[in-house]
């Protein structure tokens, strides 16, 4: 017979994987109403043992305590922007550049969507989340903690206890959600967002969190910032090792031999933008290689071995 710690544990492993499943992959496993029966038999067994709740638990995404303001956070790791190439010119200038400095050992690299949205920088330690930042000024951002647990896909725990890791991601705000949150808005009289960057940056930056968990918002990370417990060479390790972690990672992303095979990206995917539920706003150009990328360091603005190409501007439906 099971205690109720062992219970509550293994209701826990069974909602996490339920969450991925329906939130990360898309794929739910079982049906709703079963989900909500498994949800509601932890927060019964909880209330029934106040002492079995831990930080980690599904059932403690939506906090009740409204903030009074945000908390400064320095970051281990400074959250760099990127330099913005506008035309294939400036990426074979770009390329060139790279090359020069690497000698012509193999340059490839990992093209990856520009998501538009917020850049948030998470912590986890023991495999569990400790923290969740916005970039801010890129050394010091604001703790949005309790807003970003309420992101259904973002993992309240790993799938291995990592002693720590830091990721940087994208929140962002489905293109559906926003036009659903905007008519709401309107109907209400109240003003609407300009676009679902705007949209997500207000509902992350909410001090009441149950306001946040109203709001749709989906997460892709893409870069881990620190790392201990586990060696990582490459760009797309990093994709295929966030995904194994439990992250969601756009599966988007293409790893390219040449310059060529980059602006092929580009420009499949200037024309496929509207196929995406999120909007993009360009490709992220990085090198795949990490320890090349040690050899080539960053300026105080943004790194040498990534570059933001950006779409031009779409005309806005009138
Ligand atoms: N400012 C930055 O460094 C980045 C910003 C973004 C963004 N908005 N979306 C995707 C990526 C990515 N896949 O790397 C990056 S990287």
Redesign the pocket.
Known sequence: METPRERAEKLREEIRKHDYHYYVLDQPLISDAEYDRLFRELVELEQAYPDLVTPDSPTQRVGGEVLKGFTPVQHRVP????DNAFNERELRDFNRRLKERLGDEAVAYVC??????V?IALVYQDGVLMSGAT?GDGIVGEDVTANIRTIKSLPLRLTYPLPRVEV?G?VYMPKEAFARLNREREDRGEKTFANPRNAAAGSIRQLDPKVTAGRTLGL?V??ILHLEGKEIDSQRETLEFLSELGFPV?RN?RWCASLDEVLEYCEEWQGRRHELPYE??GV?V?LNSLPARQLLGATAK??RW?I?YKFPAEEKET
């Open positions: 959250l760099l922007s990127l990856e969507l520009k998501i538009d949205g850049s970039r940087r994208e892709l893409y870069d756009d992303f993009i706003d992220v990085k943004s790194p990534a933001a």
